[in-house]
């Protein structure tokens, strides 16, 4: 649906969550304003699933305050602010609607928008807005023997993460990368492995390992 959209600038929004203030967008639209950036990373908290309960989920979340990062800086610099602002939550994230045909959305859990943010940052630089702005719904977690999912399952042998990795790999030198990968691999699989076998049963933990 991103071809679709024809304004300046493309704000995703799954259709659970919603925004905070009545005037939530006027205040994102002044600090587009401020900054022009090229990615912006519109900060959020989180309704509990029996929709009593507001709380800030900060597992993924590194800043604390509003960041700016200026265009075409360093790409680990680049790397590091799409990471540190916890872009693989979709909603909050906004972009310019401005993006060559080479850059696409890459088939790939858990950054799917990987080459479209790298590119953004890399061009137009990027803000993290520390002000929340959306509640994100959280639904109760269910889980089926030998279920599929996105980032512990195997498809024709291949995870869902490494197109990402490899989409990554592009932008970085050797030692650079090698240090973002085991970094990588340890957070998604190797630190989460003892919930794969929750997730996706023992026949795919074993594949995965």
Known sequence: TIKYAN???????????FLLYVNSLQEIYKKI????PGYIRVNYVCLAPDKKRVFDFKLNKSFTKDQYLIPFSENKKVLSFILDSDAAFVTGIIFQNSLPRHIKI?????????????????????????????????SKLRTKKKG??????????????????????????????SVFLHNQLMGLYVHMFPLVKLFVGNKNMLQLS
């Open 7 to 17: 304004g300046r600038y493309i704000f995703l929004h799954s259709d659970d969550d």
């Open 33 to 36: 304003k401020k900054y022009n």
């Open 106 to 138: 890459v088939n790939a859990e858990p950054f799917w928008g990987i080459e479209i943010l790298f590119y953004m940052v890399k061009s137009y630089g990027a803000c993290f807005i520390s002000e929340p702005h959306i509640i994100a719904s959280w």
């Open 148 to 177: 599929y999912h996105l980032l512990y399952s195997l498809t024709n042998g291949r995870l869902a993460s490494e197109n990402y990795l490899h989409a990554v790999r592009k932008q970085l030198d050797a030692h650079t990368y």
